[in-house]
């Protein structure tokens, strides 16, 4: 129960198979009312939000809505720090598509919370936003949104803490949208995701979802917020119910509506001229809408600009009936842009003494989607954390390597190259109180170069399969209550370098492959153990033989006493052969005779030679010696 816990931080399974593969089908859509118990159907539209089955994770609580764009939904789920800093969704049997994914913030209707949580939100592994300080009296700051692809399978959005209140979460919608929408030209693609920073319709004061204008489900369901004015005299707003054309058409399908007002420059101030705050060094896209409202403006080349964005003039002699192909003409233009400073401005420059227009705005941050951790090492990891029984506090959810801002606190990550995917190359989870075992699966862990699991209370055996993590270089399981012998298989770590199993409960023999080849390479420490022995430095393993030990003793003195046996009976029958040798000389054998033969022929040339070899003499001098 205890693991369902840790695993299921904020768990949702949602087991319903809607799906559309073309856009004459309904788009699949799931919306969740967090914290609800049962499933709600919201005014005026009666959309229907899911109740969110969280078996754990999180804590419903009523809802204060901080504004009145927020659904009106009353209840939502918060994240106590207790929980850990990374709390998901898991929202299972999500078609692989695109979607316009948005999350609503919400505040927590009892005194003592705090009224404006603070907290990051990524879904798939990339951070897509972080909440300001100041987002709840902002209509468009108080959700967040982005077009994501989704690969299909689990989709995951997670709320990371960062020690400003707890994460609190009124709403999720995923909503599919076509699978070209908000196609930017370059650069565009599946891993990349577009985050709504602001999408304004001008001359209106009326805040609309896509939902309002009655507008296709393809589309997303945006919000847009009203801009009344860019600035004091600046501007007028026009507006007109004539029919608008070529505006719902894929693959954004803007709601008509979009097209039916829109801000023109006066006389004042030729220029039109918005700004806004942005996150410096990032890339952003702008779309920007127009439609010839204007019952004054009936021609091509009655209105011609210039629009420029941050001082590069992106498209020149704009002329939006000549454009969209007439008056009451959809046209939309997009551009994507690179800032560098903190603010995004965008200048419709009028020309020949005219005024420029505007009917919408929406702009993006571009955002390059997150390389994933291997599959294989997320699920061995989970089933470590299992098995060591992790505290929640460790927030061991989502992927461990991203986003790369929050990663699980205790892994090291690596980015292979080769395979785009992240590795888990250490382990650090050395003095944390974990009271469990260590499983088999660490070995799926195969890019570990280093393992401190250090001051703990671990028990059991040490996993043979660790011999398997052949790029292992640090091993520290010291200290702990590690018991059993050490598996030979440590042997086969070729590039250990240290290895502390000091301050555990093993036993028997240190195995020769580590005792012996590793001695040269490695610094490691044995003491302190319940029973090690047989390296230097530890108890000799006389008194704990084993078996073969025993063969190989009793065997090797076996041979030594039959060799002793041997050079006694050799001795002997030689002692006998020189005994007889004597006693048949002394008989003038013939054998003995030709004996004789030899010293008598030395003896000839000795004295033949005159006393001139004195090698010679003293070869026969000690030669009849050999014989006595
Ligand atoms: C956006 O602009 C790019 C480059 O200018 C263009 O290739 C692309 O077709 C435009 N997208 C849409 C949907 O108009
Ligand atoms: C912005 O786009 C350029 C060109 O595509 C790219 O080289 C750069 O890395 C991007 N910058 C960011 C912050 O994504
Ligand atoms: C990555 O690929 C290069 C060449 O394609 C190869 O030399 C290298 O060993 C590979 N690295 C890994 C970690 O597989
Ligand atoms: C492992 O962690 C312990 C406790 O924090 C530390 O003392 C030790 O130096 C670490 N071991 C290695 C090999 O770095
Ligand atoms: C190791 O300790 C566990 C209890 O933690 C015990 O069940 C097991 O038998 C011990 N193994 C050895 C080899 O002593
Ligand atoms: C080995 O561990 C023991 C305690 O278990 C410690 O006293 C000793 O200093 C360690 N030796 C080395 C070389 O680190």
Same mark, same amino acid.
């Given at each position: ?10 768990? /949702? ?62 209840? /939502? ?16 049997? !999500? ?32 951070? @897509? ?8 009296? &902002?209509?468009?700051? !108080? ?16 709320? &990371? ?12 919608? @995923?909503?599919? !949208? ?21 999408? $304004?319709?001008?001359?209106?004061? #009326? ?21 009344? *004015? ?30 039916? *007002?829109?801000?023109?420059?006066? %006389? ?53 009936? #000549?454009?969209? +192909? ?12 690179? !800032? ?35 599959? %294989? ?10 098995? $060591? ?22 892994? %090291?990550?690596? $980015? ?21 075992? /260590? ?37 520290? /399981? ?30 028997? #023999? ?8 590793? $001695? &040269? ?15 230097? +430095? ?11 030990? #025993? ?71 000690? +030669?009849?010696?050999?014989? *006595?």
């Amino acid at each position: 129960m205890m693991m369902l816990r840790y695993t299921l931080a904020c768990l /949702l399974i949602f087991s319903f198979g809607l799906t559309s593969s073309s856009a004459r089908q309904a788009p699949y859509s799931l919306r969740i009312s967090c914290g609800a118990r049962h499933n709600v159907k919201t005014p005026p539209t009666y959309v229907l939000w899911y109740k969110d089955i969280a078996y754990t994770g999180g804590v419903p609580a009523n809802a204060n809505p901080p504004s009145y764009i927020t659904p009106p939904l009353k209840t /939502l789920r918060y994240f106590p720090i207790s929980e850990g800093p990374n709390n998901c969704y898991n929202i299972v049997r !999500v078609p692989k598509g695109h979607y316009s994914v948005r999350i609503f913030f919400g505040i927590v209707d009892q005194p003592n919370f705090d009224k404006e949580p603070l907290f990051d939100i990524s879904i798939e592994g990339t951070q @897509i936003y972080s909440l300001k300080s100041g987002w709840s009296s &902002h209509d468009d700051q !108080v959700f967040a949104e982005a077009r994501v692809f989704l690969m299909g399978g689990t989709s995951t959005i997670c709320f &990371h803490s960062t020690g400003h209140g707890d994460p609190a979460i009124l709403s999720i919608e @995923i909503l599919q !949208v076509d699978d070209q929408a908000y196609n930017f030209g370059q650069g565009w693609g599946e891993g990349v995701i577009l985050r709504t920073a602001t999408r $304004l319709t001008c001359g209106t004061g #009326k805040p609309r979802f896509d939902e309002d204008y009655s507008a296709d489900r393809w589309g997303g369901d945006r919000f847009w917020n009203p801009m009344r *004015s860019f600035g004091e005299g600046a501007d007028s707003p026009r507006s007109t119910e004539n029919t608008i054309k070529k505006a719902s058409v894929s693959p954004n399908f803007y709601p008509e509506g979009l097209y039916q *007002s829109a801000l023109v420059s006066t %006389d004042d101030q030729p220029d039109l001229t918005y700004s806004i705050d942005v996150e410096p060094n990032r890339n952003y896209s702008v779309w920007m809408h127009f439609a010839e409202i204007d019952a004054t403006v009936t021609a091509e080349g009655k209105r011609v600009f210039d629009v420029v964005i941050n001082g590069d003039t992106f498209f020149e002699d704009v002329d939006v009936i #000549k454009m969209s +192909g007439g008056r009451y003409t959809a046209l939309v233009l997009n551009a994507t842009v690179a !800032v560098s400073g903190r603010t995004l401005t965008v200048v419709f420059q009028p020309k020949g003494g005219g005024h420029a227009i505007i009917n919408a705005i929406e702009v993006f941050e571009i955002i390059t989607a997150e390389f994933k951790t291997l599959r %294989d090492e997320v699920s061995a990891l989970q089933k470590m954390r299992k098995a $060591l029984g992790l505290p929640s506090r460790f927030g061991w959810n989502g992927d461990p390597c991203v986003p790369t801002q929050h990663p699980w606190s205790g892994v %090291d990550c690596q $980015l292979d190259k080769n395979t785009s995917r992240w590795v888990i190359d250490g382990l650090d989870l050395d003095n944390q109180g974990l009271k469990g075992f /260590l499983p088999n699966d660490i070995s799926k862990l195969k890019h570990l170069q280093s393992i401190n699991l250090s001051q703990n209370s671990i028990h059991g055996g040490m996993p043979a399969s660790l011999g398997s993590i052949t790029k292992l270089e640090v091993l520290d /399981l010291s200290y702990n209550s590690f018991n059993g012998s050490i598996p030979e298989t440590i042997g086969e770590l070729t590039s250990l370098r240290i290895l502390n199993l000091n301050g555990n409960s093993f036993s028997g #023999k240190v195995p020769a492959a580590v005792g012996g080849m590793l $001695l &040269h390479r490695v610094r490691f420490n044995f003491t302190d153990n319940a029973g090690l022995c047989g390296i230097p +430095g530890l108890p000799a393993c006389g008194a704990h033989l084993s078996s073969g030990a #025993k063969i190989g003793i009793a065997f090797g003195v076996s041979i030594a006493f039959l060799l002793l046996v041997l050079c006694a009976l050799i001795w002997w029958k030689r002692r006998q052969n020189i005994l007889r040798a004597q006693h048949i000389a002394a008989r003038g054998a013939p054998y003995a005779k030709k004996r004789t033969n030899v010293s008598h022929d030395i003896q000839m040339t000795r004295h033949g030679h005159n006393n001139n070899h004195g090698q010679a003499r003293t070869a026969v001098e000690n +030669g009849p010696s050999l014989l *006595s």
